[in-house]
């Protein structure tokens, strides 16, 4: 198997849930979109994001 290595420099993955790295700076970004559905216009904003993930999380 071949070995890859990309070309930019290697990120920082905090110790941290998934869920509080994703939605750890959504409050400063308000009502902008976070998420548009190209085929129905549908759009989801910061704001929205957090209760739409613990939502889903639920339903798991």
């Known amino acids: 198997m071949a070995t890859y290595r990309s070309p930019h ?3 920082h993955v905090p ?3 998934l869920p509080d ?5 959504v409050a400063e970004r308000g009502d902008r979109a976070a ?3 190209g085929a129905s216009g549908r759009t989801i904003s ?3 994001l957090p209760g739409l993930v613990d939502r889903a999380a639920a339903a798991l």
Do not use: G, S, T
Request: aromatic share 12%.
């Open 21 to 25: 790295f994703v939605l750890a700076r």
């Open 9 to 11: 420099p290697a990120l």
């Open 15 to 17: 110790d941290m849930p």
């Open 46 to 48: 910061y704001a929205q």
């Open 35 to 37: 998420v548009i559905d």
